[in-house]
């Protein structure tokens, strides 16, 4: 019988763990997003319209060397769906 030679198996790549350095500008990313986020609510809360705003954690990025944060909201164009309604129906903002 042939005896066969075990051999070291290298592990697959795992997923890229982020340095501290990475984990702090991750961090500091999403402080960032939330300020931005809190700023636009109070915008347009001061017109006098609620809106909806919320941050989004995307993937982390290669290039950037971190997962950004982003904020999204349910402005249309940069104004609350309400304006819009009132541009479509012909009322007056």
Known sequence: ????????VAPLAS???PSPTEIEESRSSRIKAEAQRDAIR???RHLGYEIECWLVHDKFSTSLRLAPWHVRSNLINGLPREIIDRIKSGRKA
């Open 1 to 8: 019988m042939e005896q066969i030679e075990a051999h070291a």
């Open 15 to 17: 997923a890229h763990e």
């Open 42 to 44: 109070e915008y347009w």
